[in-house]
């Protein structure tokens, strides 16, 4: 199985910093990454797919590059709603495996 | 609007079992790869299982294959995940998601549940 580890697994921040998250694989999973935001007691919300494509309607401010098994989620201006819990998902190789989250919190 | 919405989670005692139920609605759910993910208590995310269209590929993560079993009835637009021989690690918020692109997968999951709750205690 490939594994997922993301780091930091928690960040204090301000508005309008840039954060930055890094996920590495396992192995090699190409650009097969998929990155979620989840607020407490609601579903996951995908942000971005294929490591780099913004899903619709999420805002600019969220990018995602990477390829083989390292990956980075940047916010580059980090605001109110973004306060949240970040996951990455690789979807090379069943079981599709989550990182154990990064929690961005308030400085 | 593109919507999901679970059922079935319950409370059931270690070695039960219990069936969730997910009904789609606002989307060709025929079209798309369903799948669950779970999450417990203060712990992250843990993807379950998915499932083809047609229903011609399933897969598990290795701690429920055997015991869980994936199905969907594209005619009631509803997908289920059956849960036997249930361990307390079992416990958690189950999710019904949707692959993100139509006849592909896996992508990345766009629409998401509110969740059901199984516990499983005695």
């Known amino acids: 199985d490939i594994q997922m580890t993301q780091s930091p697994s928690s960040v204090s921040a301000s508005v309008g910093d840039r954060v930055t998250i890094t996920c590495r694989a396992s192995q090699d999973i190409s650009t097969l990454l998929a990155w979620y935001q989840q607020k407490p007691g609601k579903a996951p919300k995908l942000l971005i797919y294929?490591?780099?494509s913004l899903q619709s309607g999420v805002p600019s401010r969220f990018s995602g590059s990477g390829s083989g098994t390292d990956f980075t989620l940047t916010i580059s201006s980090l605001q109110p709603e973004d306060f949240a819990t970040y996951y990455c998902?690789?979807?090379?190789?069943?079981?599709?495996?989550f990182g154990g989250g990064t929690k961005v919190e308030i400085k | 609007e593109v919507r999901l919405v679970e059922s079935g989670g319950a409370l059931v005692q270690p070695g039960g079992s219990l069936r969730l139920s997910c009904a789609a609605s606002g989307f060709t759910f025929s079209n798309y790869w369903m799948g669950w993910v779970r999450q417990a208590p203060g712990i992250g995310l843990e993807w379950v299982a998915n499932m083809k269209q047609d229903g011609s590929e399933k897969h598990y993560v290795d701690s429920v294959e055997g015991r869980f079993t994936i199905s969907r009835d594209n005619a009631k637009n509803s997908l289920y995940l059956q849960m036997n021989s249930l361990r307390a690690e079992d416990s958690a918020l189950y999710y019904c998601?949707?692959?993100?692109?139509?006849?592909?997968?896996?992508?990345?999951?766009?629409?998401w549940g509110q969740g059901t709750t199984v516990t499983v205690s005695s």
């Open positions: 294929t490591a780099s």
């Open positions: 998601a949707r692959d993100l692109i139509s006849a592909s997968c896996c992508y990345g999951m766009d629409v």
């Open positions: 998902q690789h979807s090379k190789s069943f079981p599709l495996t």
